[in-house]
């Protein structure tokens, strides 16, 4: 029989068996701060996916439900905080004009989406060995980042 503890307001106890009842998962939210501030984060790289996605600022806003006005606040930020063009305009004509993403801010997105796969990876890894006790389900590790970290608490990203 698993260990009991009193249960949530209800004063009944819970068996260990009874957590894992419904699937648990890490999570993680990554931001790059420079600085000192967030310059890119979930919500940025979801502006500049649909940025990419669209070829238009307006298009990406109205796709992410927030107004042309925030969309071009969080560029203008992101641009002044990294020291970077994320963004150029194109002005109308015979393409009909909109933004798109300058090779720099191509490849910071492309950086910042294959740091997310890594952290994923290093995470489903770390959260498979401390809370599959708890986990109806744990999920099979599918990273090929490197080796898993030793149990005598090594991080396991290659230091």
Do not use: C
Not at 14 to 31: F, H, I, K, M, V
Not at 131 to 150: E, I, K, L, N, Y
């Amino acid at each position: 029989m698993g260990r009991t503890h009193p249960g949530p307001r209800t004063g009944q106890p819970l068996t260990l068996n009874d957590a894992s009842n419904e699937q648990w998962e890490g999570r993680l939210r990554l931001w790059i701060s420079v600085g000192g501030r967030n310059a890119l984060g979930p919500g940025k790289v979801r502006l500049l996916d649909a940025i990419d996605a669209t070829r238009s600022l307006a298009a990406a806003a109205k796709r992410l439900g927030m107004s042309y006005r925030l969309a071009w606040k969080h560029l203008r930020l992101m641009e002044e905080w990294t020291h970077m063009a994320v963004v150029e305009p194109r002005r109308g004509g015979r393409d009909g004009g909109g933004t798109v993403l300058t090779p720099e801010g191509r490849a910071l997105l492309a950086a910042y989406h294959a740091f997310r796969s890594d952290m994923d990876a290093h995470m489903r890894s770390s959260f498979n060995r401390r809370f599959a006790v708890w986990s109806s389900q744990p999920r099979p590790d599918t990273s090929t980042a490197g080796p898993p970290a030793d149990e005598t608490g090594g991080a396991g990203f290659g230091s």
